[in-house]
């Protein structure tokens, strides 16, 4: 039977109800109607379609994808159900088989407005940047000027490294709309790119002039006029990892070659292979260092200002507590002496700022404890924290070194590592290893307490 609704469709009627009962959260209701629409047509792949989004807001998700993969085996053909198989597989990080689909739906249905806003959300979930860029151009050819449109192309072309034909787009923007913030937002960012800084920097005033108390604005015009904040505003990173947060894994590790978090477990475990020990995870993300770790005898502590990144994290059950808050704020209200490790991977690359964070962490260890901290690499020539054009910070080895070292740590090791891949080429940087002096009574065994709530947290 066609999923197709005709004039002389019976069920129409109660598919309607049911999606409105289904948005309001009346999911005892939905499913009253779906069964009433399941025996006025049997077989109908609308209901199965409607049952799996059903199934997906009660929490169920195995039962969503039974109902979904039951739409579409009765509508093989129907682009709808198709689309929504494609986005229940991409928000359940099954990517591979989301992005077959998509395509699939995009090839049946070229023209459908809805079906191409679907396929750019997974190509975007997924990570899969010439997929979007792919599927945009084609929406702009059907669409041409669609503004929207237009700035999701230039914003996926400057991420790709294509600043010329990105900066191309966005003056056609600007001059569309020339007070548009999230166009000059865009366009200052690739000038930046581009080292263009007299350009971004009058982009930087007119956001300044449009909302002079806007934190992502200030800083942005701060790198625009050549100066280096000492860190990015909590904001700065709440935006990126939001919208990122579903595809980080897989864009970090498959296609970036992010293999960091891997490392350091393999590393800690083998120091302490028994798990009895405390961990703050500082930028945990979306919990890579405690999937590589996993379950401890002690507790697995996650810091993160992306309140999206944390529930990714938490999704794969090994963390004890999580603080949504900047790690600055974080280290500063946690007690003294609580943990044995304290984990900040790819995160002074955004927090900026080490010379008051590496002290904090040293006076959080327990004696004997270990702080592991990555960061790029700036020249020795230059000064010890530069502001690169892609907007992260990096070191130098000599000045985290010695900021390790005016903190008390006992002993500090550097290695020398390719953080990940940036446009095929590798991003160096370097790892520190630094250990607090032991002291006679943390040479014996002992059992860690679980950490104490920290005064400024925002559980998640």
Known sequence: MSA?????????????????LIAKGDLKNAAITLNDANRTMPGDARVFMLGG?????????????????????????????????????????????AIATAEKVHKLEPRNPMVLAGTIDI????????????????????????????????TDLASMGQNTEALSLWDELATANPHAPDVLLGRLKTNLAMSRLQQAAQDGEALLAIDPQ???????????????PSQQPAEVAQQLFDGIASSYDMHMVRALGYRLPQQVADKLLALRPDKNFNVLDLGCGTGLLGVCIGRLAGALVGVDVSREMIAQAARHNVYDKFHTVNIHDALDA?????????????????AGDVTKAIPDAHRIL????????????APEDGPSMALLPT??????????TQVCQAAGFASIDIENTVIRL???????????????????????????????????????
């Open 123 to 154: 190509a975007h979930r997924a990570g899969h940047l010439d997929m979007a860029v792919r599927l945009l151009r084609h929406g702009l050819s059907l669409h041409p000027n669609d503004p929207q449109l237009t700035i999701l192309l230039a």
């Open 214 to 228: 806007n934190l992502v604005y200030v800083f942005h015009a701060a790198l625009a006029n050549g100066q280096t």
């Open 391 to 400: 907007g992260r910070y990096a070191h130098t080895r000599s000045s985290v």
């Open 4 to 20: 197709t609704a005709t004039s002389t469709d019976r069920n129409l009627p109660l598919l309607q109800k049911a999606r409105e």
């Open 366 to 377: 327990v004696p004997g404890g270990t702080f592991v901290a990555s960061f790029e690499v």
């Open 53 to 97: 989004l059903m199934a997906e807001k009660a929490g169920n998700t195995k039962a969503a994808f039974e109902s979904m993969r039951k739409a579409v085996s009765l509508a093989p053909e129907w682009g709808p159900g198709l689309l929504e198989l494609a986005l229940l597989l991409a928000r359940n990080n099954q990517f591979d088989e």
């Open 422 to 460: 940036e446009n095929g080429a590798p991003v160096n940087g370097f790892v520190v290893w630094a250990t607090k002096g032991a002291t006679k009574l943390a040479k014996a065994a002992r059992t860690p307490k679980a950490p104490k709530a920290a005064a400024v947290k925002a559980s998640a």
């Open 334 to 350: 946690t007690p003294e002496s609580l943990y044995e490790v304290i984990a900040a991977l790819d995160v002074f690359i955004y």
